[in-house]
């Protein structure tokens, strides 16, 4: 009897335990799907689209798609009612399950054409789904990193560039077709079965080998995963709504690309240009040291339309500017002193590194005389340290045509009076000698004009040295 006893315990102990590890996995999915939807490009993709954050989900899954049997061997039976609980729980908040919807929307055409020409099935679009959630800006403590999770030896093996100003495992195009690479030897070496080649990808083909030379079965963790891809995927593609592609389409039309000729950095294109960080960061994932790479050209850089084409007209702005030293403001303030037992003013003035003549003083005292839990005004200089660091507008004059960056002048056409006008006299020019670090955008700003306007006086292109003599035209 008490043998028994001990048995059921241990069952139960054992039930205990893999509903914890199974809770412990799939908070962990609905942990990256809400850290998918927190992305700029999702927020922007929520803003402009509340509607599509409106249609119906699914709310449980009973079976997966038929057609799955040959590719996942003994993984389709039917979920039952504890897998339909636990795999419903990871997909119950509406908003997640749309935005991860949407994301497969707008990945599934570029992992899709891969799949197609390497001949694998298309079943593998969905492994990012549970793999990161479609973050590109995914990482985690074992060093993976982008939608597809990819390790660094994996990385390197299909000659991504891996480096503290590059991760190419965070890029789309780039990332997906080393993925499918890497998928598609594991496809082969396992002859299809995606059993294998899931658990191959997600632990590592030496754990597949060794469980199959040693004739083992798939431990609950490796089931759990492969059950769990099953169902998710069989979700997302029976979900009744409608295709996002275009949407994300119009969000991406927002952002122009771009490659930099000279080295810069983060910081400046977020004080020159006007840029959130966060977003920047966000839109470029694959970019993730805090300097720019002037000779990399394999992932373009994204900037919003109008700082892209502030940047496009005026790009020395951006190479050539220098963050300015920060100012350090002396003030006074008063701080109140609370008198304590034996203290006196002579005592309290040399705390504060002040007169006694001063505390009375700021106190009105007549005498010396002081007593204890008597409060004393003290005028104390705080140093305050302020960023002089100018955060410009990215408006732009109107021009006509677009011409080169070396002879960049914004032609005006006025239509002709109809009667001639007094001449007026012209507002003198004031001359400005241009010191180290400065540049055009600087210059103008400092007598509130533009750069185009002192370039159109001068008769010069945006490239200006130490020394040289500036005319900044006056006020009219």
């Keep these: 009897m008490r043998n028994k006893q001990i048995l059921l315990l ?17 908070h962990q999915r609905t942990h990256l799907y809400e850290q998918s939807s927190q992305t700029w490009i999702c927020q922007e993709f929520e803003r402009s689209n509340p509607a599509f954050f ?12 038929a057609g799955l049997d040959s590719l996942f061997p003994g993984m389709c039976e039917p979920f039952t009612s504890e897998e339909q609980i636990l795999f419903g729980t990871s997909l119950s908040i509406p908003r997640l399950v749309l935005h991860q919807k949407a994301l497969c929307d707008f990945y599934s055409p570029l992992i899709e054409r891969k799949l197609l020409l390497t001949q694998l099935p298309l079943s593998y679009k969905y492994l990012p789904a549970i793999l990161t959630g479609f973050n590109a800006s995914f990482e985690n403590d074992r060093d993976q990193a982008g939608i597809w999770a990819m390790s660094y030896p994996i990385a390197r093996q299909y000659k991504l560039r891996v480096d503290s100003l590059i991760d190419e495992r965070r890029g789309g195009d780039i990332a997906t077709s080393a993925a499918i ?17 899931l658990i191959a990808y997600w632990k590592s083909p030496a754990y597949v080998q060794a469980m199959i030379d040693q004739q083992r079965d798939f431990a609950a963790d490796d089931k759990e995963f492969i059950r769990y891809y099953l169902y998710l995927s069989t979700y997302l ?5 409608r295709n996002a592609l275009e949407d994300y389409f119009d969000v991406y039309a927002n952002y122009g690309t771009h ?6 950095s983060f910081r400046s294109i977020e004080l020159v240009l006007g840029c959130n960080k966060e977003q920047l960061r966000s839109i470029n994932p694959a970019y993730v040291g805090n300097k720019l790479d002037s000779s990399y050209r394999r992932i373009s850089f994204l900037l919003p339309l109008k700082e892209g084409e502030y940047f496009q007209r005026a790009p020395d702005s951006l190479y050539n500017f220098k963050e300015r030293p920060v100012v350090i403001d002396v003030v006074d303030e008063y701080i109140v002193h609370k008198v304590k037992k034996g203290e006196s003013l002579g005592t309290i003035a040399k705390k504060y590194r002040v007169s006694v003549n001063q505390i009375k003083q700021w106190n009105n005292l007549r005498r010396n005389t002081i007593r204890a839990g008597q409060n004393l005004r003290i005028r104390q200089h705080k140093r305050v340290v302020k960023p002089d660091v100018p955060k410009p507008k990215a408006d732009l004059p109107p021009t006509s045509i677009q011409l080169p960056q070396d002879t960049l002048k914004i032609d005006t056409v006025r239509p002709k009076p109809s009667l001639p006008k007094p001449k007026q006299a012209e507002p003198k020019a004031v001359v400005h000698t241009v010191k180290n670090g400065e540049n055009l955008w600087l210059i103008a700003k400092k007598y509130k004009t533009t750069p185009e306007k002192i370039m159109a006086l001068n008769k010069c292109g945006e490239n200006i040295r130490p020394g040289q003599k500036l005319k900044i035209p006056g006020k009219k």
């Design 54 to 65: 409106q249609q119906k989900t699914l709310q449980v899954i009973t079976a997966p798609d």
């Design 181 to 197: 690479e890497h998928l598609k030897s594991l496809h082969l070496k396992y002859q299809g079965n995606m059993n294998n080649v």
């Design 237 to 241: 593609h029976r979900l009744p709504v």
């Design 10 to 26: 241990w069952a139960f102990l054992c039930l205990v335990v893999s509903t914890v590890g199974a809770q412990s996995f799939l």
């Design 259 to 264: 490659f930099f000729t000279r080295s810069t």
